[in-house]
């Protein structure tokens, strides 16, 4: 099998990737471990910043993001009992970020590929990498009980940050720049009113930090740090 682009990983990164290389004329093959359905359903960030939602116009997916996302052009802080709204539409020349669950988006990137008949292996199992360092790497795969190799001319690595691609690589070959925070976060959904049409966020003195946020469907968000 021969492609431009071997790409792994159906998240979001993957199939946009994807996207943009068939509107480029560019062929791509994507791997996925998984099945088509658990990618469909998986739950994870629901927040697009404005870069996100330039590549899902520029990909033409950006249609039913447009028309469901809640777009917030600010957001609040609230300390000594005021609020103070932080307005982002003014203060970046325009951006702002929308709120659209990435299981939303993994389905407007997935319905048009389908519909393009562009290829994806799904419940692609032992996928390895070989000669990454060349100028003909290749991808090995297992799919119902059959071997297959992929020779192509770019890997893309999409498959996050313990998937193959990145243990591929050697460690001479990977830098990180990382921060890590002395706290951690918990999720509470709740169908109720949102307090804002916007993010919010509070703090007092010795106590956790809580913000509010929300979601399409009239579901708040609120993260305890």
């Known amino acids: 099998m021969r492609t431009q682009v071997a790409i792994i990983g159906a998240g979001p990164s993957g199939l946009l990737l994807g996207q943009l290389l068939h509107k480029a004329g560019i062929d791509n093959i994507v791997l996925e471990r998984q099945t088509g359905d658990y990618v469909l359903g998986r739950i994870r960030a629901g927040i697009l910043e404005q870069v996100s939602i330039d590549l899902m116009d520029d990909a033409g997916v950006g249609r039913r993001m447009h028309a469901e996302g ?4 600010g957001f609040e802080l609230l300390f000594s009992g005021k609020r103070h709204r932080i307005d982002m539409i003014r203060l970046t020349g325009g951006k702002n970020v929308m709120v659209y669950g990435q299981t939303e988006l993994t389905r407007d990137l997935t319905e048009p590929r389908q519909a393009a008949d562009l290829p994806t292996v799904y419940e692609a199992k032992n996928v390895a990498v070989h000669n990454n360092d060349s100028a003909r790497p290749r991808v090995t795969y297992e799919k119902d009980g059959q071997s297959f190799e992929i020779d192509s001319d770019f890997i893309a690595g999409c498959d996050g940050f ?7 690589l050697p460690r001479s070959a990977i830098s990180e720049y990382e921060k890590v925070y002395p706290f951690g976060w918990l999720g509470l959904l709740s169908d109720t009113p949102p307090v ?9 003195v010795a106590s956790p930090c809580v913000r509010n946020a929300t979601r399409p469907a009239a579901v708040t968000t609120c993260r305890c740090h």
Do not use: P, W, Y
């Not at 809640?70 to 052009?73: I, K, P, S």
């Not at 049409?197 to 703090?203: G, K, L």
């Open 196 to 204: 804002s049409e916007e993010s919010t966020s509070t703090t007092r």
């Open 162 to 168: 313990h998937g193959v691609c990145r243990a591929s």
């Open 70 to 73: 809640l777009v917030h052009g």
